[in-house]
Structure formats: structure tokens, C-alpha cells
């Protein structure tokens, strides 16, 4: 299994440079006066020529594209992902403000959903066409279609401003940072961001139990005289999750960088509107850092899959 | 099985990892003044005063720095945390003395001499000297990241010193605490841009490059000379504030000040955390939709919304000059086919999209403004009237009107195609353009549009500014036809830039207004206010603070907190 692990790791550096190049050379390389798009068109055109020189020279403008990449990537080798070109602001301190709380906010919603679905998928599988089955199947027909700014705004209305359960927005209280201070600020987005999640894994898991259930080995467990409880945990259940895990490990990535949606609802800053507000502002340097932290998780994410699946399914791990 | 237990085991144990790396370990130490919105005060614990909690938003971000005060025009803690030399009053129009006892000016609006005052203290301590406000206005002018305060371009050596030849304004001088501006052109209004000014510290960031300035680590926790002084900060989550209590004027009422951040959020957040009482007062940018605020003001009768009269006017500038295309409109330079054009844009029904935030104006000054001409008619959509001028100046109803516009939002992508459809019936074909990339060089050097859809910057203290725009030196260079437009307008447009009397400035502004509703080079469209929203249950906010946009006397000793 370590040599396993090993090979996927080392796998990952010529992706991720193949990553590395096309997103620089991509967001680089367009078109115009990087700096014009670097400050608002009114600023820029009240410049001297000496000031718009200057600030080239201090943003590494003038260098040809293939020293600024080799910069680039040295620097964000060496821990330094550069300044925003827009704010001026240190990108490593803007990721390491943002990044642990959109991944803390993902992770419990994978793991909120991962329960929620796999736990309501099995019902609905052993359960078949019974009242139960359908309420499941019908929670995840709601959960699929609706998008989630609905829910979100609802839990809002509901345990905000009616009950006054959870605030309505923002990260942690003022004046206190720590752990259990912002959990409270947690529950609310957590649900929300669970939920679609949480609806595709019930049906997942409901449609692989049933596949499973189906198998010669299973009815060949019945026939061996086995409780059902044990056929269906020990026996069905178990080869049920591969498909299952794979959908909810590479979902890591779209909760990172999907999250705008939740983060813009309950206020809570994360990298998702980070990305969003570098791309309208043309802030190149702070798009192709979140655009490769974002392809950092996925192929992480991949690589988790792989990781999973071979724990879960010896027969991966030996071809 | 077990795995999988072990493998969900592990990934909340790596949560908790992660939630360890959250950045907390930089935070300095809550202040003893800092209150959670939770805290109470009980019989065991000192009393802790309630704070007043502020949105905060700035244009560049929260994540690691303040933005200058320069550029910041979306949050209240500039004008908490520092100081201009003077304090303008928008809704008196008055000039207050702030870190200048005094001013003189010369009688052609020429010299400036400002008599600094003495004893006050930087919030670390230091003495502020005249060095701080000679670097203050050097900065506006040389560090490439501010845009610059208007008029600065008449301080003599302007030129020289932006050319790079020197890096000092030779008409900035400072002797003891007397500093003097000499600029190059009359111009009564400078003492405004002074009062927008906020000095910044020399002894910290006078070593540094100007290009520099703005990412230097003061910016992490600024510090000023103002009422208030910034304790604690969580990037990017929160500030709070503490009252400066060796403040130079009368100290401020309350004592805390939180502002929390509504960045990601935005509007709809800030307002409904003023409802929940999570935020007190939700200023300026912050509440951006009128319609929203309404709604909610409707069903919570302690939520109050103030629509602040703003000074940046809407409109259409034609394009006689130049289109890198070659493709110049030459009916567009007859008069009488911009006066269709100007007929055919129905400006009432521009405003309504933003349900009453914005006010219709026939003018580019602001029909509320005490320098509006009340004598210009409103122009109401006519299409026969206009048809019939365009008929008389023999118009080519082949030719297609490009309108260029850059606001990529829904209301302006519905109020072009309003344009299209308005212009239709008189048998006008335009084809809007969105812009987007390059913004500067598409606006000022392919020019491929014959309307450009844009804001006209005003301001309470300079109100006819938009006309500024009509000059034959104008940055708007595609208008062309600036011999035409310059005999028409430059001396107007001078005399009314160096004019310190009210009076004579409103008849030039009148002037102004009437030349272009004559020559039509520009259509007016709409002033968008701003408005700010607040929980009149937990705050009392002095009266007429924000009833005009621009105002730097903010009079936090009349601020209050009710609960």
C-alpha cells in the first residue's frame, strides 16, 4: 500500500507542472497593457508615462513571459506567492486569512453529507419502495433541484431572524477568534453546502446498495443461512461505497471553489468570492494563485479517490 | 468497515488540523475595551460600554491592509481615524478649521497659507509636524496608486514632479508649523480638495517609495490623528476602535467601535444585520439598492434608510472626435441630431429602473444642489419632435449609433436595450456595446462607439465639475470638436474653477448648464444617490450628517448609543 501511495504522489509533480504552465501562460498572456488592467481605466489614463513605467518595473511587468514564470513558480516554491496587483496586498497572507476556513467549511459539510447520504441512501436501498424509500428519494429530488442560495436564505429566515439560533452571517464573533466562538457560525452554511451534497449521495448510495444487493455473492451469503443485518452491513454495504466515495471525495474540489454562492449568503469570507472578486478586477497574480490552489485540491482530491478506493477495494491496489 | 471508521476519523481529526491552522495565532490580544455582541455586563465584571458596530467594506479588500484614505470613500474609519487640515461640512457648506487653526488665501485664489496647530499627537505619540502634511499632498500627487485630488494638478511644479524630473512640488513649502501651497492657476475651490485631504504620518512612511506606499505594513494598522484610534484588527473579519482620549478636538461619544466586515456579503447582509442588531449603521456603499432597504425598513419600524444626495451624474457623451475603426458619425457633429438623440432617451425612465435611489436630471449637476439651473425644462421623450430634426438635418436612418457602456450589471444591459427601443420608433438603429478587457484603452484610444455611456464625477463642493468634461482640453478626447466646444466653454469653465464666491460660481453653473442643454454635447441622464441604512433603536446619529455625500464632519461627539 506505501509503495501505492508513493507512485500516486510522485504522480502528481509533472501534473502539476503541465497545471502550472497553462494557467500562467493562459491568464498571462492575454492580450492589452497588463498594467490597464491592473487599475481602474480612470486612474490609468491620469498616469504620467514615467508613472506607469514605475509601476511596471515594480510589478515585473516588463520581464519576457518565460523569466516571469520561471519567477513565478520559484517564488511559489520558495512560500511566496507575490502581491496582489490590484490591492498591492501579500497573496500568502490574503490565502492563509481565507483558505483554512473554506476548507474547514467544506470538509464538515463533506463529512455532514457523507453520513446524511450514505445512512439515508441504505435505508432507502433495504427499505425499497416502501414509504420510507420514497421520502428518501423525494428529499433528494429536492435537494438536487433547488439551488442552494434557497436553502441557505431559508435557514436564515428560520433560525436567524425568527429563532435566533445562529447569526445570519460572518465568520466569528468580534473579539473572540477562537474554535468554539465560531462554530455557531458554522451550522448554517455547513447545512446549506450539505444538502445538494447530501441528496446526490442518497441516491448514489441507494442505486450502488441495489446494484450490490443483486450480486451472486450476496445471495450466495443468503443462502449461507446469514442474518440480513449482516448481509446487507457486512457483506453489501461494504462494496456499495466505492462509486459513493469517489462522488462525494471529488466533490472536495467544488466545495472549495463553488462555495461563492455560500459564502456571499451568510457572509462568511472564503476563497470562493476571493477568486471571484480577482477575476473582475483583472488581478491576474491573485486568479492563477486560486486557480492553481484549485487544482492542487483536485488532484489531491483525485488522488484521495484513488487512495480510498484502494483501501476499500484491495483488488485496486494490486493490478 | 473499521477502515472506513479510521478514514472518517482521520478526516476529522485533519479538521482539526485545519482549524488550528485557521489564522489566528497573529491576533493581538482583545483589548479590555472590546466587547463581544454577546456581553453583557454583570455585578462581578466591570461595565463595559456598549460599541457602536460599523460595516466594513473597502474597494481593494480586507484580507491584509487598510486601504489609504485616499481611495477609501465605502467606510467611516478614515474619517474616524484621521484628520484633514480642514473640515468640510457638505450639508452647511462651511469650511471648519481641523489640524489648521487657520487660513489665509490670496486675492487671486493663487496662494494658500495654512497655520497648522499645534500640540496635537500621532496615536503613537509622536508630535504631527508640517512635514506630515507636505508629504500628505505629495503623496495625492506622486504615489501612482491614488488617482489624485482635484485641483492638486495647479500646485506649481505639478508637471515636473509627475514627469519624474524632480520628486518635489516646488509650490509646497512648509516653515514652522506654517505651510504654504502656491498654485499655478486661480482656483477657489482648492480649499475643498484640502478639506478632503487626510494627512498621513511622515516619521512612518516618508522613507519609502512612493509606488511603495500603499503596501507598506503601516497599512496593517494605520495610524492617524483622529477621534479614534484602531485597536484590535482581524483581517478579514473585524477592527474595532478605541476613543483617542488625547484627541486635539471635542473626543468623540462613544467610546468603542466595531466594524465588521459585509465584503463578501454585501448589501443584503449589512441590511439584514442591521435589522438582527449584528450591525448598528450600515454606511455609504455598503447599501447600494434602495429597493432593498425599503423592503425591509417597511416591516421593522426601528430600521431607518437615508438616501444621500450624491454628485456623480449618469449620461451619454457623444463622439465626433475619433474611432479607431474610422467609422466617425459625421451627422453626429450637427447639432440638431444630438438634440434628437437627446430626445429620444428617455431619462425618467432610466431613473425608475433604480426604484427612486436615482433622480432624473435634465443637467449634469444634481437636481437637488444649490448650483442646479432650475431654469432648463426636464426633456421628455418626444420621438415625433425628434424625428422631425432628424429629418431636417437630413439624417442617413441607414447608419447604425453604436453606444459604448461598461457597466456590466442587469439594470444597465435592461436601460440599453430601453435605449434601443426608444430610438427604434423614430427609425434610429443602436447597437449597445458592452466593453470589457482593456477599459482604458478602449474608452480613450479606440474610441469605437458614438455615445459612451459613462459617469461625469461631481462633487457637494464642486458640483458643475461634470462640465469639466466639455473643455477643449478634456480627457474625454474622442468628443473631437474641441475648438467649437472650447469657444463655448473654457473661459466659463475657468471662471468658475478659480471663483471663490458662491454666488458668481451658481451663475456660471447656470451658464454652464444652459450652454450644453443648447449645444447638446452631452445627454444627462441620472444622478444613482447613495444611501445609508441604521438601527435608530441602538444608535442617534447627529442630524444632517449624511443628508449630502462628500461631507468630512462626520461630529462623532454627537454620535450616541441609545442602548
Known sequence: MLKYVLRKLLALIPKLLVISIVVFFALELLPGDALSRTIPPDQYHELSENQKNELRESMGLNDPAPVRYIRWLGNILHGDFGYSSSTGQNIGKMLAGRLPYTIELACYGLILAAIMGIFFGFLAAVFKNTIIDYLCTAFSVLGISLPEFIFGISWIIIFSLTLHWFPSGGRMPVGDSSYLARIPYMVLPVMTMAISLTAAGVRYTRSSMLDVLGKDYVKTARSKGLSEFKVYVKHAFRNCLTPVMTLLVMRIPMLVGGSVVIETVFNYTGIGTMAMTALTAGDIPVVMITVMASAVLTLLASTLVDLVTALIDPRVRFE | ?563
Open chain 2, 1 to 563: 468497515m473499521k477502515k472506513i471508521i479510521a478514514l472518517l476519523m482521520a478526516l476529522a481529526m485533519s479538521l482539526g488540523v485545519l482549524a488550528g491552522c485557521a489564522n489566528t495565532a497573529d491576533t493581538p490580544e482583545s483589548s479590555a475595551t472590546t466587547s463581544t455582541p454577546e456581553e453583557q455586563p454583570t455585578a462581578e465584571s466591570p461595565k463595559v460600554e456598549t460599541p457602536l458596530k460599523l460595516t466594513w467594506q473597502q474597494g481593494i479588500g480586507i484580507d491584509t491592509l487598510f486601504e489609504s484614505p485616499h481611495k477609501d470613500s465605502q467606510s467611516l474609519y478614515p474619517d474616524m481615524v484621521f484628520d484633514s487640515m480642514i473640515t468640510y461640512d457638505a450639508a452647511e457648506d462651511k469650511l471648519y478649521p481641523a489640524l489648521a487653526t487657520e487660513w489665509t488665501v490670496n486675492d487671486d485664489y493663487t496662494v494658500y497659507t495654512f497655520t497648522l496647530r499645534e500640540g496635537v499627537l500621532w496615536h503613537d505619540g509622536e508630535p504631527f509636524t508640517a512635514d506630515d502634511v507636505v508629504w500628505s499632498i505629495h503623496d495625492c500627487v506622486l504615489n501612482p496608486n491614488n488617482g489624485g485630488m482635484q485641483f492638486f494638478q495647479y500646485i506649481k511644479g505639478y508637471d515636473a514632479a509627475k514627469e519624474g524630473t524632480t520628486d518635489k512640488l516646488e509650490g509646497v513649502r512648509a516653515e514652522g508649523n506654517v505651510v504654504t501651497i502656491e498654485l499655478t492657476q486661480p482656483t477657489a475651490r482648492f480649499l475643498y480638495s484640502i478639506g478632503m485631504t487626510k494627512i498621513l504620518p511622515y516619521h512612518l512612511l516618508g522613507n519609502i517609495a512612493w509606488a511603495d506606499v500603499d503596501s507598506n505594513e503601516y497599512w496593517t494598522k494605520p495610524i492617524g490623528t483622529g477621534a479614534y484610534k484602531i485597536d484590535e484588527v482581524k483581517f478579514p473579519d473585524y477592527f474595532t476602535c478605541v476613543r483617542n482620549d488625547e484627541y486635539w478636538g471635542e473626543p468623540a461619544c462613544i467610546k468603542n467601535v466595531q466594524f465588521i466586515s459585509y465584503q463578501t456579503g454585501g448589501s443584503d447582509a449589512a441590511v439584514a444585520a442591521v435589522i438582527t442588531g449584528n450591525v448598528d449603521f450600515a454606511t455609504r456603499q455598503v447599501v447600494v439598492d434602495k429597493s432593498v432597504a425599503d423592503n425591509i425598513t417597511s416591516q421593522n419600524a426601528d430600521v431607518k434608510t437615508i438616501i444621500m444626495n450624491d454628485f456623480v451624474t449618469r449620461g451619454f457623451f457623444f463622439n465626433t472626435g475619433v474611432r479607431a475603426d474610422g467609422n466617425v458619425k459625421e451627422d453626429l457633429k450637427k447639432k440638431e441630431v444630438r438634440e434628437a438623440l437627446a430626445l429620444l432617451i428617455d431619462e425618467d425612465a432610466i431613473a425608475s429602473f433604480y426604484n427612486g435611489q436615482a433622480t432624473a436630471s435634465p443637467t449634469f449637476v444634481n437636481p437637488n444642489a444649490t448650483e442646479y439651473n432650475t431654469d432648463i425644462p426636464t426633456v421628455s421623450k418626444d420621438v415625433n419632435a425628434a424625428k422631425k430634426l432628424l429629418d431636417d438635418a437630413g439624417f442617413d436612418y441607414s447608419q447604425v449609433i453604436d453606444i459604448a457602456y461598461y457597466y456590466n450589471d442587469q439594470t444597465s444591459h435592461d436601460i440599453m436595450q430601453l435605449i434601443v427601443q426608444d430610438c427604434a420608433e423614430a427609425g434610429v438603429t443602436v447597437n449597445p456595446i458592452l466593453l470589457e478587457g482593456d477599459l482604458a484603452a478602449l474608452i480613450y484610444t479606440d474610441c469605437n462607439y458614438d455615445l459612451l455611456y459613462a459617469a461625469a464625477n461631481g462633487a457637494a463642493t464642486d458640483q458643475a465639475k461634470p462640465y469639466n468634461q466639455f473643455a477643449s482640453n478634456t480627457s474625454y478626447t474622442f468628443m473631437g470638436m474641441s475648438e467649437e466646444r472650447g469657444a463655448l466653454f473654457d473661459d466659463l469653465l475657468n471662471k468658475y474653477n478659480a471663483s471663490g464666491d458662491s454666488e458668481e460660481r451658481k451663475e456660471i453653473a447656470w451658464q454652464l448648464q444652459a450652454l450644453n442643454y443648447e449645444y447638446c454635447w452631452g445627454i444627462p441622464a441620472y444622478i444613482l444617490n447613495n444611501c445609508v441604512c441604521y438601527n435608530t433603536a441602538n444608535v442617534q446619529v447627529p442630524e444632517n450628517v449624511f443628508s449630502v455625500g462628500g461631507t468630512t464632519n462626520f461630529r462623532w461627539n454627537e454620535w450616541k448609543m441609545l442602548k
